[in-house]
């Protein structure tokens, strides 16, 4: 927690830090003042002495920054790393995933931002030990396994290189790094973490499946189980389901229908019950009757046109004074529509038929 905590603290502390006004004295400080601690270690004394030699402003020597760095009464005069040079080793232990060695300090926070939080979410399991649910470690009784029994015969050693889920914690943080850089939200990437149970391939799965509701603005529970719906039928069936026979001989018309008239007038029932049921929840079960009346009146004259529905639908809502997006229904339809028509036949040498 503590080396989270200092990194923290840096990147709050670095637009001081270039600016000249912050010493390394008040990062130490604050840095005491969080974690109660009264000692520095050689790593994270590197980390601080790291981040002043690359941002403090260039009139700012060397002697300078370092004076006053101190562990509680004792005064550093000059770096205890050389300047520069990041402890790996010791970034490898606090951040628990494998470094390539050369990172930058700017690479090691993002890291560090990345990982946030994978402690709680996917915990470290260590060689020869078992971990309980409140985080404690035991020995495990009987180990099969030969690193288990090496590793249990010894005190409980939480290295980086003893940790039994390193490969692990350390494709699911690159993974998150990943999120962030999609723009997936704290709380979205947590859930995914947890959902997935750890498992990065279940994970991503999970993450598409955001990312697409994204691209689809599919922002409400109902639609996101319609998409849903959709791009299991998009996995399970083929073009010739979707787009069904030319004359209908031989198998369904399109999406499983008789006609194409059955299959457009199901995606208009589709979008008026898929509307309904978040209308009912935005404005209450009365308010939504009342505007649908007319709305279920009018369906069956869209019955061909999805499209012209949605429309109709939309501008219906506005004159009642409903702030409903129905962006997604506009995709959805148009997704179908484009799954559902057939392609148009040409001869060989490039005419139409």
Known sequence: MADKILLRILVAARPGIQKGILKMQD????????????TIDPGDRAIIENEFIEFAPSNVTTPDVFKGFLNEGEIVNKPSVRPGKINYPAMEEKLGVKLRGNETFDELLEIEKGGQGIGSMIPKEYYGYNRSPSGEYTKIPSPVYMDDIGASERPLNKSVDNIKNWSQRDDYAKFIRKMRGKDFENPTIK??????????????????????????????AKKQEVLSELDEMKLDKGPRWWKGDDKYDNIEGPMGRDTR???TESIVTTVNNGVMDDIDILVGEEKSNDVFRWISQKRKDFKNDPDGFVQFVKEELESEGIKYDMTFWENYVDEVMQLTTPEVPVFADGGLV
């Open 27 to 38: 990062v130490v400080s604050e840095y005491f003042k969080q974690t109660g601690g009264k």
């Open 191 to 220: 859930k995914i973490v947890k959902d997935s149970g750890g498992d990065v391939a279940e994970g991503k799965r999970a993450a598409t499946s955001v990312a697409r509701a994204a691209e689809m603005v599919a922002d409400t």
């Open 261 to 263: 008239g059955d299959m």
